[in-house]
Nanobody
Framework: QVQLVESGGGLVQPGGSLRLSCVASGSIFSLNVMGWYRQAPGKERELVATITSGGAEGYADSVKGRFTISRDNAKNTVYLQMNSLKPEDTAVYYC?????????????WGQGTLDTVSS
């Protein structure tokens, strides 16, 4: 069974930084795309950033220039460096992985990590 475990969330003041990590473990053939999504209170889950196994990155307009996604393929790990954080970045951040496993298509989510930006 493949699992995603996130870490790195917490409380930070506006203008501060946080770094999230997400590690995939289990029987994995490939992790074609890994990404981060977030869900703020009372809102729908939204895409934050994605990265392919080849390193192609994509970002939501709201985080461009402030957030950077990266990955270590050897460690099956994806990171999200968040700088210049704003109160509106407060949300539960979820890691997602899309790829393949011995059981077929892999499309899994982490448990989420709460990031609060507040003074």
């Amino acid at each position: 069974q493949v699992q995603l475990v996130e870490s790195g969330g917490g409380l930070v003041q506006p203008g501060g930084s946080l770094r999230l990590s997400c590690v995939a473990s289990g029987s994995i053939f490939s992790l074609n795309v890994m990404g981060w999504y977030r869900q703020a209170p009372g809102k729908e889950r939204e895409l934050v950033a994605t990265i392919t196994s080849g390193g192609a990155e994509g970002y939501a307009d709201s985080v461009k220039g402030r957030f950077t996604i990266s990955r270590d393929n050897a460690k099956n790990t994806v990171y999200l460096q968040m700088n210049s954080l704003k109160p509106e970045d407060t949300a539960v951040y979820y890691c997602n992985a899309y790829g393949s496993s011995p059981r077929g298509v892999l499309d899994i989510w982490g448990q989420g990590t709460l990031d609060t930006v507040s003074s």
